[in-house]
DNA sequence: TAAAAATACTCCATAGGTATTTTAT
DNA sequence: ATAAAATACCTATGGAGTATTTTTA
């Protein structure tokens, strides 16, 4: 069984259609003797008549007719895929796998992937909500055609874009002392309750908080460490300490929660990444990202 | 693109599965170098890369990625074909092409299918109603397994199993004189209006019919031929004239319509006929036919 | 430097050709 | 008697093996 091959199957079904092996043959640019010869071969494969013959006359069994329904529509089956190929290597078709920190969902990601869908209209688009940790290891395995993080640690083999820079706002209870602050100095969070990102899941970003924390060499009390802003934001609303994120959270607008520039107007970075062997059309979606800002 | 061979799907299907060619080629039972050159060879013949290789790392590209999906579908796909092979030569699944006349529909047809079904669940059964004429045109060019049909002119080459005979009874409008008669000779019938089944889509039931009246050198006069019993029916109640049917028309009781036993109880028999080159469970088929009657 | 892919060559299995025979109408 | 499938035999392409080289992490 291992043995059957598609010169087989199109010899098969040349003959099924001419009903006659002369014909088949021709059609098939050869003579009539091999074609006899590799038809009965397929039938001991199979272990089934597939046609009726006499000299006069060439005809399926049930079992040919079921048999040709099925390898021809494997045929087709494979001549389709293998025209999608060439599409899919030009990058007008196929899927890209696009990983993203959740707070990219709220701008840069609906925008960019909308307009690269305008582009390439047949590429799936298949994206999924990581943290840039899981985004890096699942780009280096190539599991993943492009990464939206933030501030990347440069990591050996990956190309980073910029998307957009942001920055960074003190978050604080409304009943914070710092409140009343317009501007809040780094040296104010030293020894201050404070909610972060977990550094494993976004060290790019952490880091960046860190190093800014680090000027007026300011350490913190770290009280909580989730993952998602609107966690973040939810614990801060609670009184259960402050914490230091994105501009873009005053979009939020939660009760109880109140933003205030930062001393020295430190930054995040949003960054597209792209692994080393993505889909052909990962440029052009970073184009799109970058374009629709 | 001719030239591809499942042999190359194989190849390339173990080394994405391995993302290895050593491996691969030892689940494939071969050496190295033949996988290297056969899955070169294929890529060329695509005419697109299927994976990225350096001596230290193996991987798909998209395009290898998207080909691994789909040729994997079409391998199986013809696997699970060439498994339902086996069933259907041995006549448990597939599917059977059953002709036959409207009047078998009623009584031996939907009996003998039921009973057929309960033995063999995966054969998918195609019942089309059909004349005889029709049915016999279509079992020699084994377009059709089996078919259902009244007095067969024996047709060399195929073979008929009688299903059932049955008395033919004259249909007359129940204003017609020979409604009062309790038995109806052959005789009655000469010049009279009658409606038939045309000669060219019946030729066994008709000669029947006609040669029970050259007992009597009756010669009627056929004002109509048509084909559905259902239709004779209609014109007769309508007074057009009179008919010959098989006797299980009573069970239609037509308003306006009456039937009459026929003097010499001339006989119509209800024939399964086999295409040489049917399906091979065409012979249960007709067994279940026989046995629900 | 070591592991793995690529290249070079050799051999033989088999696909396909030519010539002929068999068979059914 | 003839058309077409089956058989016999031959040739050569190319698939697979062994030995070796090249590459990169």
């Known amino acids: ?67 040709r329904q099925r390898a021809g529509a494997v045929l087709e089956d494979l001549e389709s895929a293998v025209a999608d190929l060439g599409d899919v290597a030009a990058g007008v078709a196929g899927r890209l796998r696009i990983g993203f920190v959740s707070s990219a969902s709220y701008s840069v990601l609906p925008r960019g992937l909308q307009a690269f869908q305008e582009l390439r209209p047949r590429i799936h688009l298949e994206p999924r909500s990581l943290t840039s940790a899981e985004q890096i290891t699942l780009l280096l395995e190539g599991e993943l055609d492009v990464g939206i993080l933030r501030d990347p640690l440069s990591v050996p083999g990956l190309h980073a874009t910029l998307l957009e820079g942001e920055d960074l706002v003190a978050v604080l209870p409304a009943a914070d002392a710092l409140a009343a602050e317009s501007i809040v100095p780094a040296s104010s969070f030293h020894e201050k309750a404070v909610v972060l990102f977990p550094f494993e899941l976004m060290p790019g970003f952490v880091s960046a908080v860190m190093s ?11 009280v909580q460490s989730v993952i998602h802003q609107e966690t973040v934001l939810g614990l801060v609303a609670a009184g259960v300490g402050a914490s230091i994120l994105p501009a873009s959270v005053a979009r939020f607008q939660m009760p109880g929660v109140v933003t205030r520039p930062l001393l020295g107007s430190p930054r995040t970075e949003l960054y597209a990444v792209e692994s080393p062997r993505s889909h052909p059309s990962s440029a052009l979606l970073i184009d799109s990202l970058r374009g629709s800002k």
């Open 1 to 67: 069984m291992d043995l059957m091959e598609l010169r087989q199957l199109r010899y098969f079904l040349a003959v099924a259609d001419e009903l006659h092996f002369g014909r088949a043959a021709a059609r098939l640019h050869m003579t009539q003797p091999p074609l006899t010869v590799a038809v009965r071969k397929l039938e001991e494969e199979l272990g089934v008549e597939l046609f009726e013959r006499t000299t006069r006359n060439v005809s399926l069994t049930a079992a040919g007719r079921m048999f």
């Open 212 to 222: 800014w924390l680090g000027t007026a060499q300011a350490v913190p009390r770290i």
